[in-house]
């Protein structure tokens, strides 16, 4: 199933701002609801362009890929894990 609809019949409008789909980037992703018995409350994730994510994830976009790993890299320590983003 495809998530993205690409209009590639119709032809361009001038002046229109052309939006990328969030799909089409890589993505962080971390639950957005915590088992009672987890011990951690921040768990997340990289997924790849292409892969789509259920209501029960909260996806995030960054438009320079060393600031996902930055970002996503900080979430893996206990500290931040603790401060509840």
């Known amino acids: 199933m495809s998530y993205a609809i690409k209009p590639d019949h119709l032809p361009p409008v001038e002046n229109e701002i052309h939006f990328n789909s969030v799909i089409n980037y890589y993505r962080f992703?971390?639950?957005?609801?915590?088992?009672?018995?987890?011990?951690?409350?921040?768990?997340?994730?990289?997924?790849?362009p292409g892969v789509s994510h259920i209501n029960t994830c909260l996806g995030t976009a960054f438009k320079k890929k060393k600031d996902l790993l930055n970002y996503f890299c900080m979430t893996l320590s206990i500290p931040l894990d603790y401060n509840r983003l």
């Open 29 to 48: 992703v971390n639950r957005e609801m915590i088992g009672t018995s987890s011990e951690r409350t921040l768990i997340s994730t990289i997924i790849p």
